[in-house]
């Protein structure tokens, strides 16, 4: 009985810990992953192109990294 009143009282307040996050803190964060994963693809696309050199197949295959990051969706509420 003595260990379930701490474990109820932690358990409480990580519960209003996890809730406290405002809509601007959670936009806030998506818009910054989302820009993570639009610099990563890019750099992943710059990267093939570099590796394709001349090769015209190569440099079409790296198209799909391009395409990715003009029609990744926006974060909710943007």
Not at 34 to 45: C, D, G, Q, R, V
Not at 64 to 71: E, P, V
Request: positive net charge; glycine residues 4%.
């Amino acid at each position: 009985m003595h260990i379930l009143k701490p474990l109820l009282i932690v358990g409480i307040v990580s519960f209003l810990v996890a809730c406290g996050s405002s809509p601007q803190q959670k936009k806030d964060t998506a818009e910054a992953r989302h820009t993570e994963e639009k610099t990563k693809t890019l750099k992943e696309y710059k990267e093939c192109v570099q590796r394709a050199k001349q090769d015209t197949a190569k440099l079409d295959a790296c198209e799909y990294l391009l395409k990715a990051i003009d029609t990744a969706p926006t974060p909710a509420g943007s």
